[in-house]
């Protein structure tokens, strides 16, 4: 399995906590930067957060800093999303993805991610 699998979506209300997994291949994704991207409805897919290959280093959109929080366990093959105090217009659909890439100096680009999930739904009610 190349790609990436996310869970954990749900609904929550908002203030509330989800973490949200992703399974990836060991293949594609040792040595490799992980992302996490979302799409509200109607609306853009964008950047939340990524973690470096080694796990050192991590970026954060503004609207999500301070809140989410990415991890990565290499043992498992899997990267995390925390996402606490979480509000209404975080509601998407969160995608994990695996980059080209162990590290780089912009992680906000799509086209460096080739393998994509499917998607968890995350709905936080007001």
């Known amino acids: 399995q190349v790609q990436p699998a996310e869970s954990g979506g749900g609904l929550v209300q908002a203030g509330g906590s989800l973490r949200l997994s992703c399974a990836a291949s060991?293949?594609?994704?040792?040595?490799?930067?992980m992302g996490w991207f979302r799409q509200a409805p109607g609306k853009e897919r964008d950047f939340v957060a990524a973690i470096d290959s080694s796990g050192g280093r991590t970026d954060y959109a503004d609207s999500v800093k301070g809140r989410f929080t990415i991890s990565r366990d290499d043992a498992k093959d899997a990267v995390y999303l925390q996402m606490d105090s979480l509000k209404p217009e975080d509601t998407a659909i969160y995608y994990c993805?695996?980059?080209?890439?162990?590290?780089?100096?912009?992680?906000?680009?799509?086209?460096?991610?080739?393998?994509w999930g499917q998607g968890t739904q995350v709905t936080v009610s007001s």
């Open positions: 993805a695996t980059s080209l890439y162990a590290s780089s100096a912009w992680y906000r680009r799509e086209g460096d991610y080739p393998y």
């Open positions: 060991g293949r594609t994704f040792r040595n490799r930067a």
